[in-house]
């Protein structure tokens, strides 16, 4: 069984399109667990209405463990609540994720409603890097893939970490399972927090927060003033 982790805060525009892509898979062996942060608009109701398991959330980190922790399957999907799965994804990720023995992975991303030159940068500064140096350097964002005894084993991500928690969560993945990455199928995701923001401020930010993460280990204080977490517009990077 496949349980799919979806942190949430105020959500109710994007919610939607991620549940119906869910339910729109051949896969069905899978439960949806919302862990909500205290959303002040539709979310719980839209995410109860969809038949998904709401709970108490937080900041990114938290509201993942607290999803972890009561899943019933046996893999864990770990999914930003502006992301949308393409046809099959569930089927195809999975098919490779065991053929190819792994106990964590992450996608390749891909924006919808983007430009061509959103989908450029995106390719240039993300799909690019995290093929050529995934061996060696760990990266990650938006949805990971991972045994559940795994994540327990390493201790879940830590929810003092207030930016960059799946960077430094893939870091000790690395170090203490197999982590690949998932390349048949990418995961769709929104561009809207670089449109909200300046892209070459924000992109800094990731990039020096990243190096500080390899060094330093998590970001515990908000040295980055980074401004897209879950309390806000739901997403770490």
């Known amino acids: 069984m496949l349980s799919i982790i979806i942190p949430t805060l105020n959500e109710e525009k994007y919610l939607p399109l991620l549940l119906n892509s869910i339910q729109s898979q051949d896969f069905r062996d899978y439960e949806v667990i919302v862990a909500d942060a205290g959303s002040q608009d539709k979310t719980r109701t839209i995410a109860e209405s969809y038949g998904c398991r709401v709970i108490k959330g937080g900041m990114l980190a938290v509201a993942r463990n607290n999803g972890a ?7 864990l999907l770990f999914l930003d609540a502006d992301t949308v799965l393409p046809e099959d994804f569930l089927t195809i990720s999975l098919q490779e994720f065991q053929e190819r023995d792994l106990d964590g992975a992450s996608f390749l991303l891909t924006p919808f409603q983007a430009s061509k030159i959103q989908l450029f940068l995106c390719q240039a500064a993300y799909n690019f890097p995290i093929k050529a140096f995934h061996r060696i350097l760990p990266f990650g964002a938006s949805g990971f893939l991972v045994k559940k005894e795994t994540h327990e084993k390493i201790g879940g991500f830590d929810n003092q970490a207030i930016f ?18 998932i390349r048949k199928k990418d995961l769709f995701f929104s561009m809207r927090h670089y449109e909200e923001n300046s892209y070459i401020i924000e992109y800094s930010k990731i990039i020096l927060g990243y190096f500080y993460v390899l060094f330093f280990g998590p970001i515990k204080k908000d040295i980055f003033k980074y401004r897209l977490g ?8």
């Open 69 to 75: 922790k009561i899943a019933r399957g046996n893999y």
């Open 164 to 181: 960059l928690e799946d960077i430094e969560y893939v870091k000790r993945f690395k170090k203490r399972a197999k982590y690949g990455i």
């Open 230 to 237: 879950v309390h806000g517009s739901n997403n770490s990077n």
